[in-house]
C-alpha cells in the first residue's frame, strides 16, 4: 500500500477516459512486441534491414518502396504537425502543457532537420513500414498531448518531476544528435558502405543514440507526468532494446573484428 502511494505520487489522477487507459496499454504493448520482435530478427524494413534476411519473392520485389530520405520525412513529419497544431488547439492551459508540446515540437523538428541536413542514407524502405511508422508516431504525440489535455484543472502530481524532466530531456536530445552526427560522418557523399562507428560512446555500446532518445523520452514523461507518457516510454525503451539487439547482431555477422566487448544498448550491461 505505502509503494502504490508512492508510485502514484508521481502521476496525475488517471483521468476518466476509456480512449487513454485503452491506448495506454494497446501502445505499451504494441511497442513492446515490436522490440520482441527486432530481436528475432523479424525486423521492421527500413535503414540497414531493408531487405536484410528476407527471401526474394515475386510479391516482395512488388512491395512499394522509397528511398530512406523520403520515407523518414514521412516518419517525423504527421508527428511535427500535429505537435505544433497543439499550440493552436489548445492554447493556453499551463506551464507543464506548453514544456510538454515544446519538448515534441523539438524532438519532431530535429527528427525533419537531421533527414533532410545529416542524415546519409544508403537504402530504401517499404511504404508499408513508412506509413506504420508514420501513424504510430503521429497517434502516440496526439495522444500524449490530449492526454495533457485531460490533466487541466486537476491538483499537481505530489512529486513535481518537471524540471528534472528538462534536463533530462535536454541531455537525451544532444546526446541523440550528437551521435546521429558521428554517423553521418563515417561516410563521404556517394558513399553507401556501412562501416563500424566510432567516437562518442560508440565503443561502448552500438546503439548510443538509441540510449539518449530512450533519456529524451524519460524527460518527457517526466514533464508530462501521465500514465500515458509513461506507459510510451516504458514500450519505447523495449522496441529500442529489440532493435538495438539485433543492430549488434547485425554488425558481428558483417564484421569480423566487431569488439566483443561493445554492448547493445547500456553500457557494461546489455
Given at each position: 500500500m505505502v509503494l502504490t502511494e508512492l508510485l502514484l505520487s508521481f502521476f496525475y489522477s488517471p483521468p476518466s477516459s476509456f480512449f487513454i487507459s485503452a491506448m495506454s496499454i494497446i501502445n505499451f504493448a504494441s511497442l513492446a512486441n515490436s522490440g520482441f520482435m527486432e530481436?528475432?530478427?523479424?525486423?521492421?524494413?527500413?535503414?540497414?534491414?531493408?531487405?536484410?534476411?528476407?527471401?526474394?519473392?515475386?510479391?516482395?520485389?512488388?512491395?512499394?518502396?522509397?528511398?530512406?530520405?523520403?520515407?523518414?520525412?514521412?516518419?517525423?513529419?504527421?508527428?511535427?504537425?500535429?505537435?505544433?497544431?497543439?499550440?493552436?488547439?489548445?492554447?493556453?492551459?499551463?506551464?507543464?502543457f506548453d514544456l510538454l508540446r515544446l519538448a515534441l515540437t523539438i524532438h519532431f523538428s530535429k527528427r525533419v532537420f537531421e533527414v533532410l541536413f545529416i542524415h546519409k542514407f544508403s537504402g530504401g524502405m517499404e511504404v508499408e513500414a513508412a506509413i506504420i511508422i508514420s501513424f504510430s508516431y503521429f497517434a502516440s504525440t496526439a495522444t500524449m498531448i490530449y492526454a495533457q489535455h485531460l490533466t487541466y484543472g486537476l491538483p499537481e502530481p505530489p512529486i513535481d518531476l518537471k524540471y528534472a524532466g528538462i534536463l533530462l530531456f535536454l541531455q537525451g536530445i544532444s546526446g541523440n544528435f550528437y551521435h546521429h552526427y558521428l554517423l553521418s560522418k563515417l561516410r563521404t557523399i556517394g558513399d553507401k558502405r556501412y562501416k563500424i562507428p566510432q567516437g562518442g560512446l560508440f565503443s561502448?555500446?552500438?546503439?548510443?543514440?538509441?540510449?539518449?532518445?530512450?533519456?529524451?523520452?524519460?524527460?518527457?514523461?517526466?514533464?508530462?507526468?501521465?500514465?500515458?507518457?509513461?506507459?510510451?516510454?516504458?514500450?519505447?525503451?523495449?522496441?529500442?532494446?529489440?532493435?538495438?539487439?539485433?543492430?549488434?547482431?547485425?554488425?558481428?555477422?558483417?564484421?569480423?573484428?566487431?569488439?566483443?566487448?561493445?554492448?547493445?544498448?547500456?553500457?557494461?550491461?546489455?
Open positions: 530481436s528475432k530478427g523479424k525486423n521492421m524494413q527500413y535503414a540497414k534491414f531493408f531487405n536484410a534476411g528476407s527471401v526474394k519473392t515475386s510479391s516482395a520485389d512488388k512491395k512499394a518502396k522509397l528511398s530512406g530520405r523520403i520515407g523518414m520525412l514521412i516518419f517525423y513529419s504527421p508527428a511535427l504537425l500535429a505537435s505544433v497544431a497543439s499550440f493552436a488547439l489548445f492554447p493556453d492551459e499551463g506551464p507543464r561502448l555500446v552500438i546503439c548510443p543514440h538509441y540510449l539518449f532518445e530512450i533519456l529524451g523520452f524519460i524527460g518527457v514523461s517526466f514533464i508530462a507526468q501521465t500514465l500515458y507518457a509513461f506507459s510510451f516510454t516504458l514500450g519505447t525503451l523495449f522496441l529500442l532494446m529489440g532493435r538495438s539487439f539485433a543492430t549488434r547482431k547485425w554488425y558481428r555477422s558483417k564484421f569480423d573484428n566487431f569488439p566483443e566487448n561493445t554492448k547493445s544498448l547500456i553500457p557494461y550491461v546489455f
